[in-house]
């Protein structure tokens, strides 16, 4: 296997580590930093699928390692592995997520509460249009596989990515949120929804199959149709 | 791109499509015999319906270019938002002129 | 990191939305010759009707249901996106933007066959 080693500048460097039943590309990156070379720098915390940290590009994809078995990937036994394109590298197979979570904070992904705790629980109907929208879109773990995936992203550096517009989506459609104007406003900005060329590459390398696309959809219309009344 | 381009990209498309399959059916017409410029002239000179016609597909082709053409120099050339638009719109208004000046010629008799 | 690594860009999608850029930037670039042409017919029928007789070449029809081709991927191919847009969203893009490119294609080569 290759693994990127060095900052931007860095090169691919050769290890050989042993086939094994049942082993994931998470599993052999550690081989390499236990047995091999401890000076290597990769991240991951959960290794169940659920935190999102351990996302690399995996022979030219960007997968999470956690679970992405060896059997499935390697191509002639051989394996390349990357940091994840689109954010800049720290060292090794470590990339610096800072721009992937400012845009986050830029596309207003995080929670504005409308009411307080003195206030009844507001009753959410499952089968409501807007709830069905927003959990379809809910489950996001932040990995930025998308964010990696996506040439929008590469091409337009403001462009807030697959990421943050889906999570903008599930605020939008959420009946409890208070800020619903200034989101809209956020995400039809330049570099915002409108920006997206619907290759769907984010949907196609999701690994919670997501949509993001059209998520980033349904954007476009809410802020269309809201700039056209006036109300942005 | 934000919302306002966004608003005009696509309005411009949706007068534009309905526009281009009645210029394909003409031109599938036209070709019926080979092109003749007695033909085509006779068919638009003096012709209120093909002068508008006309007048409204060159500026929504117009405007459509000049966004296209934007968004393309903000993501393939080291042009920004501004610079960017500015090229665009000079290209945008030579096409609206040439386009302008087309309908002009075949349409008055 | 080169591009050939970045295997998204295989993916029919990403090809689509290449071919609607490509497309429309050589209908950009088309369209101000084509509204050079028919301006000929500003000075009389006769300047427009010799450029009509030289564009009988076999290389220059050839050329013309090139741009057709063009046109019609890029018009189907914008009201894909005009579809996924403003309406409730579809699965299936792929195989639409195949339909999109062969619907292109055969009224392309129609056109071509028509026109020998």
Sequence with gaps: MSLWRGGEKGRYETYKVPLRENQTVLDVVTFVQRHLDPTLSYRFACRVGMCGSCAMTVNGRPRWTCRTHVSRVATRGQLEIGPLENLPVIKDLTTDMRPFFEKWQQAKGAFVPSQTRGDEIERIRPDSPARIAADAAIECINCAICYAACDTVRWNSDYLGPAALNRAWTLVNDVRDGATSERLQAVAASGGCHACHSHQSCQELCPQQLNPTASIAGLKRRTMWAYLKGEI | MNVRLYVWQRLTAAVIAPLVLVHVVVIFYATRKGLSAADILARTRGSLTWASFYGVFVVAAAIHATIGVRNVLTEWSPLRDRGAGLLASGFGVLLFLLGARAVVAVVLP | ?116
């Design chain 3, 1 to 116: 990191m080169t591009l050939r690594h970045l295997r998204h860009r295989h993916s029919a999608l990403w090809l689509a939305a290449l071919a609607h850029r490509l497309s429309g930037l050589a209908l950009a670039v088309f369209l101000p010759l084509h509204f050079l042409t028919l301006g000929l017919a500003i000075r009389g029928e006769a300047p427009l009707e010799s450029f009509l007789r030289w564009s009988d070449q076999p290389l220059v029809k050839l050329a013309e249901s090139a741009l057709i081709f063009l046109l019609m991927l890029h018009m189907f191919g914008g009201l894909r996106l005009l579809v996924i847009e403003n309406l409730s969203w579809r699965d299936g893009q792929k195989q639409a933007a195949t339909i999109v490119a062969g619907v292109s294609a055969a009224i392309a080569f129609f056109l071509l066959a028509r026109m020998f």
